[in-house]
């Protein structure tokens, strides 16, 4: 489950789409939910082997009331996606939300995607924390981990004050502390680290 970058800073772009009903969905209308947004067509075979594993994801994230998977494809029409759809999952198509984006303008035009599957996951502030290329098993354990770490980010418990740590964690960093002026960011994992631009980003597979 390694990201091919994961972000610290980096808000992710605002963009409204329609569902497979025609309503407006408005990405930042999920603010204050870490977001897992999948992007995909029909013409892509990963895409279709994964499908499965992002419904069961689905169903999981719909007990939950601060996380949300959200699908765009980038097909023609509601008609294509719910055919495609249905014959790749059945029935269990009608538990995920999907936007559609015919022109690409935002898959490619705001995401900077090329090829296909590509997952964003996305924090409640609206930040990028991690893309992943390519098919996953989204149904894994390992998964729901990830989503957690995004959603309920542990807190740093270390405050310094004129370059001296103070806190429960302070005797844990000793000699270690950070310079004066260094700010520590308590919303993200320690692991992660900066993102490129989103145009220099690597493509993928073929579709």
Aim: hydrophobic fraction near 40%.
């Amino acid at each position: 489950m390694t990201p091919a970058y994961a972000a610290l800073d980096r808000v992710a772009p605002d963009f409204e789409l329609k569902d497979l009903n025609g309503t407006p969905v408005r990405f930042s209308s999920f603010r204050g939910k870490t977001v897992v947004l999948n992007f995909w067509t029909k013409t892509c075979r990963p895409c279709l082997e994964e499908m499965p594993s992002v419904v069961e994801l689905g169903k999981l994230l719909a007990q939950r009331k601060d996380v949300v998977l959200v699908t765009v494809s980038t097909d023609e029409t509601a008609k294509e996606i719910r055919d495609t759809l249905t014959a790749v999952v059945g029935k269990d198509a009608a538990s995920l939300t999907v936007l559609v984006d015919p022109e690409s303008d935002v898959v490619r035009g705001k995401f900077g995607t090329k090829l296909f599957p590509e997952t964003w996951v996305v924090d409640p502030h609206g930040v990028i924390r991690a893309r992943f290329d390519g098919a996953r098993d989204w149904s894994s354990s390992m998964v729901l981990e990830l989503v957690d770490s995004v959603a309920r980010p542990i807190a740093c418990p270390v405050e310094f004050e004129e370059g001296r740590p103070h806190g429960p964690g302070a005797l844990v960093i000793g000699r270690g502390a950070p310079p004066v002026g260094m700010v520590l960011d308590e919303a993200a994992p320690a692991t992660q680290h900066a993102v490129p631009d989103v145009e220099g980003s690597p493509e993928r597979g073929a579709v």
